[in-house]
C-alpha cells in the first residue's frame, strides 16, 4: 500500500511539473514581442512598453524571466524601509499575516464556545438562528465604513473584518460538529455521571474536532483572501496596499510577483491547519 501511495504521489508531481512547464511556455510566447506590432500600439502604449524595456521595473506584459528577476529581488531584501511608503515585501506580509492571524484567533475565541452553545441547545440554535442568517451573506467589507467610523483606526478595523469574516465558517462548523454527536456516547456519559464541563471536553470536543477544524480551514482561507482587499481600502501597509501601489507605479511585475507570494502564504496557512487537523483528529 506504501509503494503504490509513493507511486501516485511521483506521478501526481510529475504531472504538477508538466502543466508547470506548460503554463510557463504558453506564457513567454504570449508575451514575446512581435515584428512590426510596434506599428499598430497606441503611442502612449507604447511610450509605457517602452519605459518598461528600459526601466526593468515596470512591465506591461511581463515575460516568466522577468518574473523570475522580480521574485528573487524581492527575496533578496524582504525587510527593508526606505520611508513610510517603501517597505519590502517582506514586511508587507508580515503585516497582513499579523492582522490575518489576530483577527482569526478573537473569531475562535468567541466562535468555538458559542458553536458549543448552540449545537448543545436546540433552543438556543432556535433563538440564534435568525441573527446567523441575517449576518452571514453580508460582505466583510462592507463591514469596513462601519468600522473605520466608530474605531476610528485602519488597523484595528482591518482586524475587525478579518473577525467578522472569519466566524461564521467557525461558528456553524462548531455547531452542527456538536449536534451531529452520537447521542449513545452522551447517554453512557450521563449514566456514569460524568459532569457536563468533563463531556464537553472528554466526549463532545474530540467527536467534533474534525467539523471544527474544517471550519478553521475554510476561515482562515477566507481570512488570507478578505486582507488584501481591506488593505487596498485603508491603505498603510500589508500586501493589499503594497499591491495597490504598485498598480499606481504600473509595475505589473511586483503585482505578479505580489500574487504569486499571495498564494504561497495562503497554501502555508491550508496546510498548517490541515496538519494540526491530522494532529488533533489523530493522535500518535
Not at 478573537?106 to 441547545?121: C, K, R, T, Y
Not at 463531556?199 to 478553521?216: C, E, H, K, W
Not at 491603505?235 to 511585475?253: D, H, K, M, Q
Request: with cysteine; net charge positive.
Amino acid at each position: 500500500m506504501p509503494s503504490v501511495r509513493n507511486s501516485l504521489g511521483l506521478r501526481a508531481a510529475a504531472l504538477s511539473l508538466l502543466i508547470f512547464v506548460g503554463i510557463v511556455a504558453v506564457w513567454q510566447v504570449a508575451t514575446m514581442p512581435t515584428a512590426g506590432s510596434g506599428a499598430a500600439m497606441d503611442p502612449e502604449y507604447a511610450k509605457l512598453v517602452g519605459a518598461a524595456a528600459a526601466g526593468g521595473s515596470k512591465s506591461a506584459m511581463p515575460t516568466p524571466a522577468h518574473i523570475g528577476g522580480t521574485i528573487f529581488k524581492h527575496l533578496s531584501d524582504p525587510f527593508y524601509v526606505r520611508g513610510s511608503n517603501d517597505k519590502g515585501i517582506g514586511i508587507q506580509l508580515a503585516y497582513s499575516l499579523g492582522r490575518v492571524l489576530l483577527g482569526f484567533a478573537l473569531a475562535a475565541l468567541v466562535a468555538v464556545p458559542f458553536g458549543f452553545l448552540i449545537g448543545m441547545s436546540p433552543l438556543v440554535y432556535r433563538a440564534l438562528d435568525p441573527f446567523i442568517q441575517i449576518l452571514k451573506p453580508v460582505s466583510p467589507l462592507a463591514w469596513m465604513p462601519l468600522a473605520l467610523y466608530t474605531i476610528k483606526d485602519s488597523a484595528i478595523s482591518s482586524i475587525f473584518v478579518i473577525f467578522i469574516c472569519s466566524i461564521w465558517p467557525m461558528l456553524i462548523n462548531t455547531a452542527f460538529g456538536v449536534a451531529s454527536v452520537r447521542r449513545e456516547w452522551l447517554n453512557v456519559a450521563r449514566t456514569l455521571e460524568v459532569g457536563p464541563l468533563r463531556t464537553a471536553f472528554r466526549v463532545i470536543l474530540p467527536a467534533a474536532a474534525p467539523t471544527i477544524m474544517t471550519g478553521m480551514r475554510i476561515s482562515i482561507g477566507i481570512a488570507w483572501l478578505v486582507i488584501v482587499a481591506a488593505e487596498m481600502l485603508v491603505g498603510g501597509t500589508g500586501i493589499g496596499y503594497f499591491v495597490w501601489n504598485e498598480w499606481n507605479n504600473l509595475s505589473i511585475a511586483n503585482i505578479v510577483t505580489a500574487i504569486l507570494l499571495i498564494g504561497l502564504v495562503g497554501l502555508l496557512l491550508d496546510q498548517g491547519l490541515a496538519w494540526l487537523t491530522k494532529l488533533v483528529t489523530y493522535p500518535e
